[in-house]
């Protein structure tokens, strides 16, 4: 089972996952970001499918299409999402169906979207967490298949929040992954 990883930020979710010891086959990235250099550091292949417009004009499918074939020129398997900045369409989905992964820190369905962290402050919830899970079209909707929870302190702000989240998931997404390839493989 090859595995990609896809990354627009600092890649610290990416980093745990190598560090975990899931073999790594790829690294995609849709911009300039520091998960290149810790993917480079490594010897690892650097897939850049740069995304170039932000705005509305964004032609998601194209450019879903190009992630499609670059991952397919690795032959890749099995995509784990780790802080990927880019919403992904049908042809991404329908490719890798069932075989894409996520975590997202808050305990779904709660707080779904790109503001976890600062949603679940404002709501003035007690308990938070992150939730590993099958990706599909629908943002952060797919079959959950881990959580952790983390307690929201009265000092927290979004930062001390989401890094207290991602200490969680650092290690709830390698240790999920891992269970997931080792499933996929049994069932080949
Ligand atoms: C994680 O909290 C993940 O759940 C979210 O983006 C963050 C990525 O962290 N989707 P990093 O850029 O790898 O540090």
Same mark, same amino acid.
């Given at each position: $089972? ?13 980093? *745990?996952?190598?560090? *975990?010891?899931?073999?790594? !086959? ?14 480079? !550091? %490594?010897?690892?292949? =650097?897939?850049?499918?740069?995304? %170039? ?9 194209? /450019? ?13 398997? +099995?995509? !784990? $999402? ?17 075989? =894409? ?15 976890? +962290?600062?949603? *679940?402050?404002?709501?003035? =919830? ?5 939730? +590993?899970?099958? !990706?599909?079209?629908? +943002? ?9 929870? =983390?307690?929201?302190? %009265? ?15 650092? %290690?709830? /997404? ?9 499933? $996929?493989?049994?069932?080949?």
């Amino acid at each position: $089972m090859r595995l990609a990883v896809l990354a627009s930020g600092t890649g610290s979710i990416c980093r *745990a996952i190598v560090d *975990a010891g899931v073999e790594v !086959a790829a690294v995609l990235v849709d911009r300039d970001c520091p998960a290149i250099d810790l993917a480079e !550091a %490594d010897n690892r292949p =650097v897939l850049l499918v740069e995304r %170039d417009d932000f705005g509305t004009k964004f032609d998601r499918n194209q /450019y879903s299409n190009e992630v499609v074939a670059a991952l397919g020129n690795e032959n890749i398997d +099995v995509v !784990a $999402m780790a802080g990927f900045g880019t919403i992904l369409g049908a042809s991404f989905f329908d490719a890798y169906r069932g075989r =894409v992964l996520n975590t997202h820190p808050s305990l779904l369905p709660s707080f779904p979207g790109w503001h976890a +962290v600062r949603d *679940a402050l404002r709501h003035g =919830v007690q308990i938070t967490g992150c939730t +590993v899970h099958i !990706a599909t079209l629908e +943002v952060d909707a797919g079959p959950i298949l881990a959580q952790a929870a =983390v307690e929201i302190r %009265d000092d927290d702000d979004e930062a001390s929040l989401h890094e207290r989240i991602k200490l969680l998931e650092r %290690d709830l /997404y390698p240790a999920t992954i891992k269970k997931f390839l080792a499933d $996929m493989e049994t069932q080949r």
